[in-house]
């Protein structure tokens, strides 16, 4: 399976920088009286920070393919190359955990449109 967290969606330094900024939003939030907006952008920015974390840092305890998360604090791994996405696509295979996603994502999406399809009239 190849993976390349050296592309522009795994290189974001925002990562570092969570800490600071979920008070400020949280008290620009507090300042408008909209305190459940602060927390649900909590909520989503963590969950989001939780989910850069890659499956197999956790399936092996290498705690070596982590340090991507702390750029520009700590240095990233070094990667091979991928010539262009079509090549690094068909490189790609889809292990258990990529099915289990898949499932996932398209069982959420039966629900909700079993469910009426609620808020897309704001889409």
């Known amino acids: 399976m190849v993976r390349n967290p050296s592309w522009p969606t795994d ?5 570092v920088f969570a800490l600071p900024v979920l008070p400020a939003v ?3 939030a507090l300042r408008f009286e909209r305190s459940d907006v602060g927390t649900a952008f909590a909520i989503g920015h963590v969950s989001h920070l939780l989910a850069d974390i890659p499956p197999a840092a956790l399936l092996t305890a290498d705690g070596s393919a982590l340090t ?3 750029w520009p604090l700590l240095e990233p791994p070094a990667y ?3 010539d262009g996405i079509s090549a690094g696509f068909m490189q790609y295979s889809m292990g258990w955990y990529e099915w289990a996603q898949l499932g996932l994502a398209l069982g959420a999406l039966i629900v909700w449109y079993r469910d009426g399809m609620p808020r897309v009239g704001y889409v």
């Open 68 to 70: 991507f998360l702390f």
């Open 11 to 15: 290189a974001r330094p925002f990562r």
């Open 26 to 28: 949280y008290l620009v």
């Open 80 to 82: 091979e190359s991928v």
